[in-house]
């Protein structure tokens, strides 16, 4: 069944996210590549990708398509970007700020609608419609979200990973597990206090669930869209 910026397609018996590939045979990571009528697309591992997994999860608004101008801030590049590349095609622009710049050009080798920034004047410097971040540190957190505020249009949209506190104090399995669903929120709430100062909040969304039943996507984030005032 296709959607307005990615498919979910049959492989086998499972029904998988993908996106077409934009330049044939590409990948980041190994990522599966299948051809159906004459097309190219690459499968989209929510295990791999937290963006795969907020909408495994009941992403309902996806402010990412053709020709969509993107600031891209992160601690870890993963499959996310590739995909966001093939949503956006040749007329969209991803703007990558990277807090680990290890490999990043060989990474991105043959993605000309990736640009990578060096220094935080270049990210301010840009005007996008979405900002997507995924930094783990707090004082990164912050510094990021003082740049979007620079960076993104009026009524853009921030997509933000928020990682919870990892410690759990239960040795009980059930019991455990509720802790760990419950850990750190009180971090994750202030957070999203700060965020609501200049952005609407529209979604939030608990990676650390899985409702296809076969273990957390990503057991410790939090995904959240927002809108900029």
Known sequence: MEQKN??????GHREELATQNLIKGSSIFGE???????????????????LAASIRNGLQIFPIVKKTNILYITSE????????????????????YSYNNENLEKIISDRNNITILNDADEVQSKKVDVIYMDVN??????KAINHSKR??????FLMIIL????????SDNAVGWLAEQRSGLDKIRSKIKQ???DFDMLQEINL??????????????????????
């Open 77 to 96: 590049i993963e499959s996310t970007i590739l995909h966001i590349s093939n949503i956006i095609e040749e007329n969209g622009r991803i703007f990558l």
């Open 195 to 197: 965020i609501k100062i």
């Open 208 to 229: 650390g669930i899985n409702y296809l039943g076969i273990g957390p996507f990503h057991k410790n984030y939090i995904f959240a869209v927002c809108r900029y005032r």
């Open 137 to 142: 540190n707090d004082n990164e957190v912050e």
């Open 32 to 50: 599966k590549i299948i051809s159906k009528n004459n097309v190219e697309y690459v499968e989209w591992d929510p295990y791999k990708s937290k």
């Open 163 to 170: 990682k919870k506190d990892e410690r759990i104090n239960s």
């Open 6 to 11: 990615f498919f979910r397609i049959k492989i």
């Open 151 to 156: 960076s993104l249009k009026k009524t853009g």
